[in-house]
């Protein structure tokens, strides 16, 4: 990932209800999340907008926007209910990093990253 195609950003997160909230300069992105596999290693996740702002996902309205997979054991036994980091995401790929700390826990891809960012 070259400098000048990264972009530096906060994430925060609410596993009680889903909820996350990605923001970077010029952008702020509301919507959800959901784990669709945990497995010992690893753990995948897909993510949509709110698009319609009712703070609730409708597959029907609200677009995935993209996936990432977690460390299981750090999501599971480190990372808070509601917690919050920074991630870094290459704007000509979509690949991204999802930081808590100083700890890469995430890994993942933005579907369209042209049209995200």
Same mark, same amino acid.
């Given at each position: 990932? =070259?400098?000048?195609?990264?972009?530096?950003?906060?994430? @925060?997160?609410?596993?009680?209800?889903?909820? &996350?909230?990605?923001?970077?300069?010029?952008?702020?992105?509301?919507?959800?999340?959901?784990?669709? #596999? !945990?497995? @010992?290693?690893?753990? @995948?996740?897909?993510?949509?907008?709110?698009?319609?702002?009712?703070? @609730?996902?409708? #597959?029907?309205?609200?677009?995935?926007?993209?996936? &990432?997979? =977690?460390?299981?054991?750090?999501?599971?036994? %480190? !990372?808070?209910?509601?917690?919050?980091?920074?991630?870094?995401?290459?704007?000509? %790929?979509?690949? &991204? #990093?999802?930081?808590?700390?100083?700890?890469?826990?995430?890994?993942?891809?933005?579907?369209?990253?042209?049209? &995200?960012?």
């Amino acid at each position: 990932m =070259a400098k000048r195609d990264e972009i530096t950003g906060k994430w @925060r997160a609410d596993g009680n209800t889903g909820d &996350f909230l990605i923001s970077f300069p010029g952008k702020k992105v509301n919507g959800f999340y959901s784990y669709q #596999s !945990l497995g @010992r290693k690893n753990s @995948r996740a897909y993510f949509a907008e709110d698009a319609n702002s009712d703070g @609730r996902y409708d #597959s029907t309205v609200d677009p995935t926007i993209g996936t &990432f997979l =977690a460390k299981s054991s750090f999501i599971v036994n %480190s !990372l808070p209910v509601v917690s919050s980091g920074r991630f870094v995401a290459d704007e000509d %790929s979509g690949r &991204f #990093s999802i930081f808590y700390g100083s700890t890469k826990f995430a890994t993942g891809l933005i579907f369209y990253p042209r049209d &995200f960012f």
